[in-house]
């Protein structure tokens, strides 16, 4: 028993009291450089959201000063100051202030105000945000009455992030999107309730003296202000967190669905779309068509399935008719194509014939030639055609030579023996030299 107390002992390691209560006092006051500080951590935040900079988004919250009026509120409510409540009230309200007006003023300007994931993501708090911001106070103010600050601050600014909530809510002011600056907001309000009762219970556990002796009337009014709160935050953010649950399980059992009806059928399905709210189920195939008697029984299936109850099927059939008018475009455009490349393909291979008339293979003719005429030194054999009248063309089969002068009856054997040896009948025989 002694060993457990001495292990969930919060007293050893304290700091000063009075040393703890001056430095919540102080950091409470946003004027001067804190002011400064918040607004260039406001800028970067709102630089960090439009461009989905998680890092940037990080260190924003690292350099924000907002955790001072918040812990300075719930420290004042525990040992009852309201002088220092009031403070922390009245500068929270500043920090707030100028905070969405500096986002706001940014989104504004910037002309990139498409919805990131970021922003998207401070939109929608549930019971896991009030969670961590319970949590997260309670070790941002045990690090605060502690002797060694040591780590935790920097990594209690980062968990609780009451930073990107306020630039996402100036994001939905300058944007006219209401439901964006609500859900911002309010996880706003969730950061800095929660902070507060964490502070407000360590500090009633460390038993710190009331600044002033209160009667039990202001003592209830405190409590009754705190469950207040408590209800007001935690009710919303638990229904909220139970319609993600119950999105959540629909995705999952809608994905049930298609695989078990159509995928592990064989049905390629070319398009999904699925909704929670309204319950909705649409469908394409890639090429499977289905009567009205097969979608009826698909209704009756889906409804069947937990979580999928008065969930609307809708099974996209026209769209299966223009993807197959659209194919058969595109099959079109393709023998088109394949046409248009296999006359491509003849007219070169016609080219390629007439080529292949008009050239000679000159050294293996050269070869043959030698044996018959060795006085012949080189030899060239080409087709050309020679325009004799106007509308007149005469072919010849060239033979040019080099070597000793042939004798006319040689010349005449040649051009007979080359005219069996080239299937032409038109070889004429010219001297180079």
């Given at each position: 028993m002694a060993l457990s107390k001495s292990l969930f002992n919060?007293?050893?390691?304290?700091?000063?009291?009075?040393?703890?209560?001056?430095?919540?006092?102080?950091?409470?006051?946003?004027?001067?450089?804190?002011?400064?500080?918040?607004?260039?951590?406001?800028?970067?935040?709102?630089?960090?959201?439009?461009?989905?900079s998680?890092?940037?988004?990080?260190?924003?919250?690292?350099?924000?000063?907002?955790?001072?009026?918040?812990?300075?509120?719930?420290?004042?409510?525990?040992?009852?100051?309201?002088?220092?409540?009031?403070?922390?009230?009245?500068?929270?309200?500043?920090?707030?202030?100028?905070?969405?007006?500096?986002?706001?003023?940014?989104?504004?300007?910037?002309?990139?105000?498409?919805?990131?994931?970021?922003?998207?993501?401070?939109?929608?708090?549930?019971?896991?945000?009030?969670?961590?911001?319970?949590?997260?106070?309670?070790?941002?103010?045990?690090?605060?009455?502690?002797?060694?600050?040591?780590?935790?601050?920097?990594?209690?600014?980062?968990?609780t992030a009451l930073m990107p909530p306020l630039c996402t809510a100036g994001y939905g002011l300058a944007t006219g999107q209401w439901s964006y600056f609500a859900g911002a907001f309010y996880l706003y309000c969730i950061n800095c309730v929660f902070i507060g009762i964490a502070t407000f219970l360590i500090i009633k556990y460390l038993k710190y003296p009331a600044k002033k002796q209160v009667n039990e009337r202001q003592q209830k009014l405190v409590r009754n202000t705190i469950w207040v709160l408590i209800i007001i935050m935690i009710v919303p953010s638990s229904y909220l967190a139970y319609s993600l649950y119950k999105e959540q399980q629909f995705k999952k059992s809608a994905d049930t669905f298609i695989n078990n009806e159509f995928t592990d059928k064989g049905f390629t399905v070319v398009y999904k779309k699925t909704s929670a709210s309204p319950k909705l189920i649409e469908l394409a195939m890639l090429s499977k068509r289905f009567t009205d008697v097969e979608i009826d029984?698909?209704?009756?299936?889906?409804?069947?399935?937990?979580?999928?109850?008065?969930?609307?099927?809708?099974?996209?059939?026209?769209?299966?008719?223009?993807?197959?008018?659209?194919?058969?475009?595109?099959?079109?455009?393709?023998?088109?194509?394949?046409?248009?490349?296999?006359?491509?393909?003849?007219?070169?291979?016609?080219?390629?014939?007439?080529?292949?008339?008009?050239?000679?293979?000159?050294?293996?003719?050269?070869?043959?030639?030698?044996?018959?005429?060795?006085?012949?030194?080189?030899?060239?054999?080409?087709?050309?055609?020679?325009?004799?009248?106007?509308?007149?063309?005469?072919?010849?089969?060239?033979?040019?030579?080099?070597g000793k002068l042939l004798k006319n009856d040689e010349k005449e054997k040649l051009a007979n023996w080359l005219n069996k040896r080239l299937a032409v009948n038109d070889v004429q025989v010219f001297n180079a030299q």
């Open positions: 919060l007293l050893e390691g304290e700091d000063n009291r009075d040393k703890t209560l001056e430095t919540v006092s102080n950091n409470v006051t946003f004027k001067g450089a804190n002011l400064w500080i918040l607004a260039c951590a406001i800028i970067v935040a709102s630089v960090g959201l439009n461009v989905n998680t890092a940037v988004i990080i260190g924003a919250m690292l350099i924000s000063p907002l955790m001072g009026p918040i812990v300075g509120a719930g420290f004042a409510l525990a040992i009852f100051d309201f002088a220092l409540l009031r403070k922390s009230l009245m500068n929270l309200l500043v920090a707030t202030v100028v905070s969405l007006t500096v986002s706001t003023l940014y989104f504004l300007i910037t002309p990139f105000k498409d919805v990131q994931s970021e922003l998207l993501a401070r939109t929608a708090p549930n019971i896991y945000d009030i969670l961590i911001a319970f949590f997260g106070g309670i070790v941002g103010v045990i690090a605060v009455t502690r002797v060694e600050k040591g780590n935790p601050i920097p990594g209690v600014a980062i968990a029984s698909l209704k009756h299936r889906v409804n069947r399935m937990e979580y999928l109850a008065g969930t609307k099927l809708v099974i996209r059939q026209d769209s299966l008719d223009r993807f197959n008018a659209l194919k058969g475009d595109i099959l079109n455009q393709i023998r088109s194509s394949e046409n248009e490349i296999n006359q491509k393909d003849v007219k070169i291979i016609q080219l390629e014939k007439q080529l292949a008339k008009n050239t000679f293979d000159n050294k293996k003719l050269f070869e043959e030639v030698g044996a018959l005429f060795p006085q012949i030194k080189s030899l060239s054999v080409s087709r050309h055609d020679f325009a004799v009248q106007k509308d007149s063309v005469k072919h010849i089969t060239a033979v040019l030579y080099t």
